[in-house]
C-alpha cells in the first residue's frame, strides 16, 4: 500500500515497541553488552527521548552507531482535536498510510488514555460506528505503545512523575477488539508496565473485551490487569444480535470465564458494560435479570448512553429510564454509575472512532477530486483497500 506521506526516517527501524530482550539482540549486533538495555530503555521510556543525540550515559560512538540504523520515532500525528469538555483525541497514521485513533479523557485527579488495538474491527456489534466498518489489521505492538507516548509528549508529561500524572489509567477501549490481538496488545502491556519505563501499574489498566472466552484467563494470568466486559444484554437472543460474537460465546460460557476471572475480587471488581438502548434493553426486568446474572461474581456496572451516529439504528434511553435502572442495581448491592459521555464533540466518545475521521478523509478526497486535483498524496481512492465498504 502506498504511504502517504513518507515517514521522515523510513529507512531506518523505530526501537519504540521491541521488548527488553529485543533490545539486548539489537545491542549484540553492535556488540554491546546487555547492560546497555537498562540505559537505553530509561532514555526511550522515563525520559522520552526522541533522538538518541540527548541519550549521553550511552557515549558517543554507540549514540553514533544507533543512530545509523535505528529511530525512536512514533507514529505521526494526523490530526488532533480538542473537547470543550478537555479530551483530546489523536488520529495517527502509521508508516503503511492506515489511521486509528487514541483518546486522553482527563479527569479531576487521573487521566485515562483509550487506546485502540486494531484498525477498524471484526465484531459488527450493531451500536457501534467503528463497528461499521472492516478490520483493517491488527495494530503492532510498537503502534499500540507509539499512541501512549504521543499522548505524553502532547502534554510534555516527560520524566514521567511517580505521582498526580495526567495519564494515570490506560484503558483498551478503542477500536478494535484487543483479545483478538491478544500477543501485540500483550507485548505493548508489558512494556508500558515496566516499572524502569512508563511505570503504568496493571491495576490502573483496564482492558475490555466483546467476549473472547478462551483469551480471557490468559488476560488474568499472563498481564493481571483488570477486566472489563461489554455485556449490553441479559439474553442470549437479544446478544446475538448486539453483539454477534455471543454466537460464539454465549453469556452463561462468558460468565463463567468471568467467575473464574484470577485475581479478580472484591477490591478488584470486574467491569460489565452496557449501553443503554431505548426500548431494547433499558427496561426494568431486563436490569433485575442483569443483577441476578452478575449475582457471585465481585462485579461493578458501567451504565454507558448511547453515542448516537448517522443512521445509528437506536436511540439513547430517556434519563429517567436510565436513573431507575441504576436503581434496581444499586438496590441489589452493585455500583452502577451512568457514565457522562466525554468527547462527543469531537467524535471521540465510546464507539465513535476513527469512522468520523474515515469519513473526512473521503469528503475532502471527493471536494479534490470534484476540482480536478489528483495527486501523490492524495492517491485516486485514499481508503485502505479493506475498508472500502464503508458507506459514507
Ligand atoms: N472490542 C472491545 C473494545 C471496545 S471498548 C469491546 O467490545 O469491549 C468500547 C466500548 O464502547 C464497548 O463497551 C462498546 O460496546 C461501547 N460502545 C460501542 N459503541 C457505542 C456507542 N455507540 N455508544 C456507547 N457505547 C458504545
Known sequence: MTAMIPAPHHSRTSLIGLSRTDLAEVLAELGEKPFRVRQLWHWIYCRGA???????????????????????????????????????????????????????????????????????????????HTGTQRLVRNLTAAEIVGQMLIAKDAVGEWPTPKEDRLLSNIVLMGMGEPL???????????????????????????????????????????????????????????????????????????????????GASNARRITFEYVLLKGVNDSLADARALARLLHGIPAKINLIPFNAWPGAPFENSPPATAARFATILNDAGYSAPIRVPRGRDIMAACGQLRSASERERLSRFRARQAAGIVDDDHPADPRPADSRTLSA
Open 50 to 128: 526522541r533522538d538518541f543525540g540527548v541519550m549521553t550515559s550511552l557515549g558517543r560512538t554507540l549514540r553514533g552507531a544507533l543512530s545509523e540504523r535505528f529511530s525512536v520515532d512514533r507514529p505521526a500525528v494526523a490530526r488532533e482535536q480538542n473537547s470543550r469538555d478537555g479530551s483530546r483525541k489523536w488520529l495517527l497514521r502509521f508508516a503503511d498510510g492506515n489511521q486509528a485513533e487514541t483518546v486522553l479523557i482527563p479527569e479531576e485527579d487521573r487521566g485515562a488514555l483509550c487506546v485502540s488495538s486494531q484498525v477498524g474491527c471484526t465484531l459488527t456489534c450493531k451500536f457501534c
Open 180 to 262: 483478538f490481538n491478544y500477543d501485540a496488545v500483550a507485548k505493548a502491556l508489558w512494556i508500558i508496565m515496566d516499572r524502569e519505563g512508563l511505570a503504568v501499574s496493571r491495576r490502573r489498566i483496564t482492558l475490555s473485551t466483546a467476549g473472547v472466552v478462551p483469551m480471557i484467563p490468559r488476560v488474568g494470568e499472563e498481564l493481571g490487569v483488570n477486566l472489563a466486559v461489554s455485556l449490553h444484554a441479559v439474553t442470549d437472543d437479544l446478544r446475538d444480535v448486539l453483539v454477534p460474537l455471543n454466537r460464539k460465546y454465549p453469556i452463561a460460557e462468558l460468565l463463567d470465564a468471568c467467575r473464574s476471572y484470577p
